[in-house]
């Protein structure tokens, strides 16, 4: 069998016949299936210009659909220069097509038409293959956590005493940094994309994005804000976004999507979330973020670890909870260019909203009556 790999857009295939796909052949029932998500995700991204860019690997004497990749242009920041990027989201081959090279033939497209590719939630067949094409794999995306209510996450979490003799170690000597918090303007976020370009590698943050991806979100309420010290000129500021878990019974998350700014910024902006998770009765508060230069800023404010803090184990799946170890999720990258720019982990900002790690659920949308689909969605999406 020989195949042939095309952009839907170039294609008569619609996205329902993807969606059928994805509904026939994909594990669990998925947020895809849902109309409004999917043209979300993959056609009204402001790269995307309306168009479908999924994958599709196509058997070149029947035509049929054997192969898809969940596709989400969106151009990335390397080096100081934007390169044409993709966010890779829920692969999948017909079963009776698979280990014939259709995989292959997928990443060769790929590689031949974007710069940049990132994937979060690698499966282990999956694996190999992105591997010998060139790809770099980080088994755990670091993670970190604040406590705010113990009696809570010890309902759902597995804490150890030394958790909170720790907890109680940073309380004690953390400085608590004085902030002010300023809702988002186009220009300041226009001025940050520039500015963060300089200093960090990653998907770009515009205000085009920034829209998209946040305040025309088709399920998720965001809250953004521009977060500054008390005295601090007003081009030092950092964007903090965040997302308010609270649909999952006996567990109220702050889930963390954007923390990235002026540097000397970070630790107020991190007082400010643990004030609000204190204010508004959150259990914990959680951050994703590949960058070791933000992370540093967490770590020193004792913040817990997923990957190294063996006393708290906290879920990073929430419908339903599920503990797994560790409590993260994996990433593979590629670029064509500057490969040793994209491995320095200094600089490469990759955070929960990115490939769409923050996914919504069969419980989130059934209690909205978002659809119909009886099945349970994933918990978490892979590649």
């Known amino acids: 069998m020989t195949v042939s790999v095309y952009p839907a857009c170039e294609t008569s295939i619609q996205p329902e016949t993807v969606q059928h796909f994805y509904k026939s052949f994909w594990p669990r029932k998925t947020a895809l299936l849902v109309d409004r998500f999917y043209r979300w995700q993959f056609i009204h991204s402001p790269a995307a210009k309306n168009l ?14 054997v192969g898809v990749m969940g596709i989400t242009p969106r151009p990335f920041n390397l080096a100081g220069e934007t390169l044409p990027g993709a966010e890779l989201t829920t692969w999948i081959v017909h079963p009776q097509h698979q280990h014939k090279g259709v995989g292959v033939c997928i990443l060769n497209y790929l590689q031949s038409r974007y710069a940049v590719l990132i994937g979060m939630g690698i499966t282990s067949m ?15 995306i670091p993670r970190y956590i604040k406590v705010c ?7 759902f979490s ?53 829209n998209w991806r946040y305040i025309n979100h088709p399920f998720f309420h965001y809250q953004n804000f521009f977060i500054s010290k008390e005295n601090g000129a007003p081009n030092e500021l950092v964007h903090l976004c965040f997302r308010e878990e609270t649909s999952v019974s006996g567990a ?3 889930h963390v999507m954007e923390c990235i700014g002026d540097t000397s910024c970070i630790p107020s902006a991190i007082c400010f979330l643990e004030d609000y998770g204190r204010k508004h009765h959150f259990d914990a508060v959680d951050f994703y973020c590949t960058s070791s230069v933000i992370a540093s800023y967490f770590i020193a404010r004792g ?7 063996e006393s708290l184990k906290m879920p990073h799946l929430f419908h339903p909870i599920e503990l797994r170890n560790p409590a993260t999720t994996s990433l593979i990258y590629w670029t064509k260019y500057n490969m040793h720019q ?9 955070t929960k909203q990115d490939a769409d790690l923050d996914r ?6 059934n209690t909205r009556n978002c659809t119909s689909i009886s099945a349970h969605l994933d918990p978490a999406h892979y590649l």
């Not at 209510?149 to 309902?155: C, G, S």
């Not at 913040?303 to 803090?309: E, H, K, P, V």
């Not at 994209?342 to 990759?350: A, E, N, Q, T, V």
């Not at 919504?360 to 949308?365: I, K, M, R, S, V």
């Open 52 to 65: 479908d860019h999924c994958c599709l690997a196509l058997d070149n004497k029947t035509r049929e659909l």
């Open 126 to 140: 999956a694996l190999p293959l992105y591997c010998r094409m060139g790809f770099r794999y980080l088994k755990g």
């Open 149 to 155: 209510n113990w009696d809570a996450v010890k309902k």
């Open 158 to 210: 597995e804490v150890q005493p030394l958790a909170i003799k720790i907890d109680r170690f940073w309380e004690k000597t953390a400085t608590h940094e004085k902030y002010r918090a300023i809702l988002i303007s186009e220009n300041a976020i226009e001025y940050l994309q520039n500015i963060n370009g300089k200093s960090f590698n990653f998907f770009h943050r515009d205000a085009a994005h920034i």
């Open 252 to 254: 109220r998350i702050l």
């Open 303 to 309: 913040w817990f670890s997923t990957l190294d803090d």
């Open 342 to 350: 994209l491995c320095d982990f200094s600089k490469l900002y990759i």
């Open 360 to 365: 919504p659920t069969f419980d989130f949308l």
